[in-house]
């Protein structure tokens, strides 16, 4: 059964640093992975989809690596701002199971302090 | 509209009455799915809807839930004598089809007293 882990559960930065955010998963027989935002009382805001043939994508600030052999992924935050506080979530979609639902980690809460 | 609409946003209910949750997709998406979050269990998929295929019900807890589509457009999430323990947010999500990026809306926070 596929399980989806993010490392650290919380971070607290200040303002400018470079970050990155780790995802890890259990199966490596996956379709894509996406990483979303997630603000309080809100849904879910696509950030980033990485598919199964690729490395990386880049959108902005924000860079999501992938290595599926290994089973992680990391999203790189560069130069982060309070506007990035939110909680980060990972999620695969796999191969070997019925469906196309997504598999989620219990995310990354992040806090950006000016 | 241009994105994922729920209703209620927000909804409190008693222990054993039944609720209804709604979700109207982005027009055209083929795809739906309802996930639910709960505090400190991340979130779960419940049931999956394609096209006209019949819907993957495999991540539904128990008898209670249920889940229809009407015309492929807007679902509706039907939970029966509701109890504590469905106290969650609820999110549904939409895309061009199956393996296409998932489109969010902002959740039904469901409360049972």
């Known amino acids: 059964k596929q399980e989806v882990t993010q490392i650290p559960a919380a971070l607290s930065v200040p303002e400018g640093e470079n970050l990155v955010l780790n995802c890890s998963f259990t199966?490596?027989?996956?379709?894509?992975l996406q990483w979303f935002r997630q603000d309080p009382g809100k849904g879910l805001t696509s950030l980033l989809l990485?598919?199964?043939?690729?490395r990386e994508q880049t959108s902005g600030r924000l860079n999501a690596s992938l290595d599926k052999s290994s089973g992680r992924s990391t999203l790189y935050i560069a130069a982060s701002q309070p506007g990035d506080s939110a909680t980060y979530l990972c999620?695969?979609?796999?191969?070997?199971?019925?469906?196309?639902?997504?598999?989620f980690g219990k995310g990354t809460t992040l806090s950006v302090s000016s | 509209g241009a994105g994922v609409s729920q209703s209620p946003s927000n909804k409190v209910t008693e222990k054993g009455k039944d609720v209804e949750l709604r979700c109207d997709p982005i027009?055209?998406?083929?795809?739906l799915y309802w996930y639910r979050q709960s505090l400190g269990q991340g979130l779960e998929f419940l049931i999956y809807?394609?096209?006209?295929?019949?819907?993957?019900k495999s991540g539904l807890p128990s008898d209670r839930f249920s889940a229809e589509r009407t015309g492929g457009s807007v679902s509706t999430l039907t939970i029966q004598r509701t109890q504590q323990e469905d106290s969650a947010v609820y999110l549904c999500?939409?895309?061009?089809?199956?393996?296409?990026?998932?489109?969010f809306g902002d959740g039904t926070r469901l409360s049972i007293l």
């Open positions: 809807f394609q096209g006209n295929s019949a819907p993957d």
């Open positions: 027009s055209g998406h083929t795809a």
């Open positions: 999620a695969v979609r796999p191969r070997n199971q019925a469906g196309t639902a997504l598999i």
């Open positions: 199966d490596s027989a996956i379709y894509n």
């Open positions: 990485i598919q199964s043939s690729q």
């Open positions: 999500a939409s895309s061009s089809e199956g393996r296409q990026p998932q489109h």
